[in-house]
Nanobody
Framework: QVQLVESGGGLVQPGGSLRLSCAAS????????MGWYRQAPGKQREWVAR???????AYADSVKGRFTISRVNAKNTVYLQMNSLRPEDTAVYYC????????WGQGTQVTVSS
C-alpha cells in the first residue's frame, strides 16, 4: 500500500501563498497520475488539481490560475503551489493518485484568514 505524507500547510492571510508537498512511497510513483484534493469543514472532499505521469496538468475551476501542481519523480514528491489564497480555500489538503485510491494520508491543514 502506498503511503502518502502531506506537509506545508499553515495559517495565511488572504492573498498570501503556501506550497504544499506530498511524499509518496513506492517505486511506481513515476508512472502514476497524482492529484491534490481538499475537504472543508462540513463538506465532501473535492478534487483540486492533477498531474499525469508525463506532466500534463488540470485544475478545478475554483483554483485555476491561482494554484500550480508539479512533481519531481526522483523524489517521489508532488507539490501544490497556492497563490492568491482566499478564505474559501480553507480546508485539509490531501494528495492521492488520480483517480483516488481508497487510502489517504493525514492531510495538511490550510487556513486562510485575516
Amino acid at each position: 500500500q502506498v503511503q502518502l505524507v502531506e506537509s506545508g500547510g499553515g495559517l495565511v492571510q488572504p492573498g498570501g501563498s503556501l506550497r504544499l508537498s506530498c511524499a509518496a512511497s513506492g517505486s511506481a510513483f513515476r508512472f502514476k497520475a497524482m492529484g491534490w484534493y481538499r475537504q472543508a469543514p462540513g463538506k465532501q472532499r473535492e478534487w483540486v488539481a492533477r498531474i499525469s505521469s508525463n506532466g500534463n496538468t488540470a485544475y478545478a475551476d475554483s483554483v485555476k490560475g491561482r494554484f500550480t501542481i508539479s512533481r519531481v519523480n526522483a523524489k517521489n514528491t508532488v507539490y501544490l503551489q497556492m497563490n492568491s489564497l482566499r478564505p474559501e480555500d480553507t480546508a485539509v489538503y490531501y494528495c492521492n493518485e488520480f483517480p483516488s485510491r481508497p487510502y489517504w494520508g493525514q492531510g495538511t491543514q490550510v487556513t486562510v484568514s485575516s
